[in-house]
């Protein structure tokens, strides 16, 4: 038998768990139109003591589980995803894990296991290391199961491993330290809710817009009891397009103290958050035909993040700081255009 769960490459790949939910959602005929009305909005955190800066966008869930109880809580943002958790010794190991992932696909699951990736030679990597890792497919006649997560150069990647492979490499994770990892040895099982529709609505994006570009405090704003999320009471803790800002403050800061740290995954999501807003300007169009021509002054915004992300990989590469102020200066600049057309965009919703 052969039986493969269906999936697209995801838009957004910063971090496993937000590829694994897009990757699984966006090819989602009747959850897509949802998706577009949602996750505009960022968070961004800088800190100059420690010279570090992150972004990511807001409550995108979380498919792969974590100890962090603000992660997991994500899940609940989406009614349209099952996500359920179990414990190593309740789904077994040598060939129960097997059967166990083949049923679960078989009856519409993605499966999300741990593993020691170092036992499975799509990650061409020998060296022992823990990570969850998202099943999607298996074919019984090639005996192997279609996976995916960040594998040859460090990219989202769709791939396989046989069952021997994922066998030996749930059993020796029994090797590390639990005490290390504890919220380790989990299996999550994921799957999209049957017989439901959602009739895209333009009031739900001009609101993740409006929030976006006033800067809003989400956390404060959905959630009564914030204590659960650990909100910083020291402003480091930014929404909406001050990301721009924390950014650039930060390549500032990295150049004053000559500081060089590989922060690709900043720049990344960066990046990643541009083309999002430009997938959801294209599917916009499709309802709001006088809108058409953002869509191509914004793929400019896009082809500037990515040459802002690729340029800072390069001075990364040469352990140089010499374009840090340059940089900084050509992202304040993009500010100020993504700012002027999701303007003129939100006056027209």
Same mark, same amino acid.
């Given at each position: 038998m052969k039986y493969i769960l269906p999936v697209v490459y995801p838009t957004i790949t910063s971090y496993p768990g937000r590829a694994d939910f897009y990757a699984i959602a966006e090819g989602n005929t009747d959850i897509y139109p949802w998706l577009m009305e949602r996750y505009i909005q960022t968070e961004s955190f800088l800190d100059r003591d420690s010279v570090s800066c992150d972004i990511d966008f807001f409550l995108i869930p979380q498919v792969r589980y974590s100890s962090n109880t603000a992660l997991e809580a994500q899940n609940a943002f989406c009614p349209y995803i099952e996500n359920c958790s179990l414990y190593s010794n309740i789904v077994g190991t040598d060939n129960r894990i097997v059967d166990f992932i083949k049923e679960a696909i078989f009856k519409g699951y993605y499966v999300i296991v741990d593993i020691n990736v170092g036992c499975i030679s799509a990650y061409e990597s020998n060296k022992p290391y823990l990570h969850n890792m998202m099943v999607y497919g298996f074919d019984d006649d090639? $005996?192997?199961?279609?996976?995916? &997560?960040?594998?040859?150069?460090?990219?989202?990647?769709?791939?396989?491993?046989?069952?021997? $492979?994922?066998?030996?490499?749930? $059993?020796?994770? &029994?090797?590390? &330290?639990?005490?290390?990892?504890?919220d380790k040895g989990k299996t999550s099982l994921i799957r999209i809710k049957q017989n439901f529709q959602h009739e895209f609505q333009v009031i739900n994006l001009k609101r993740e817009l409006g929030e976006y570009l006033n800067i809003t405090d989400n956390y404060r704003?959905?959630?009564?009891?914030?204590?659960?999320?650990?909100?910083? $009471?020291?402003?480091?803790?930014?929404?909406?397009?001050?990301?721009?800002?924390?950014l650039a403050k930060y390549l500032m800061y990295c150049s004053e103290m000559k500081h060089v740290v590989n922060n690709i995954r900043a720049f990344h999501v960066f990046y990643d958050h541009k083309k999002s807003i430009f997938q959801r300007i294209n599917y916009l169009v499709l309802h709001l035909p006088d809108c058409e021509y953002l869509q191509q002054e914004y793929k400019s915004i896009v082809n500037e993040a990515l040459n802002i992300r690729n340029v800072y990989l390069k001075s990364i590469l040469k352990k140089s700081i010499d374009n840090f102020e340059r940089i900084a200066d050509r992202i304040y600049s993009l500010k100020g255009k993504e700012e002027k057309i999701l303007l003129a965009l939100y006056s027209r919703l």
């Open positions: 090639k $005996e192997y199961f279609n996976i995916a &997560d960040f594998m040859k150069g460090g990219r989202y990647t769709f791939s396989y491993c046989s069952f021997s $492979e994922l066998k030996n490499a749930v $059993e020796s994770f &029994d090797y590390f &330290d639990k005490r290390i990892c504890p704003h959905i959630f009564v009891d914030t204590n659960c999320f650990n909100i910083q $009471e020291n402003n480091c803790r930014s929404f909406g397009n001050l990301h721009f800002n924390n």
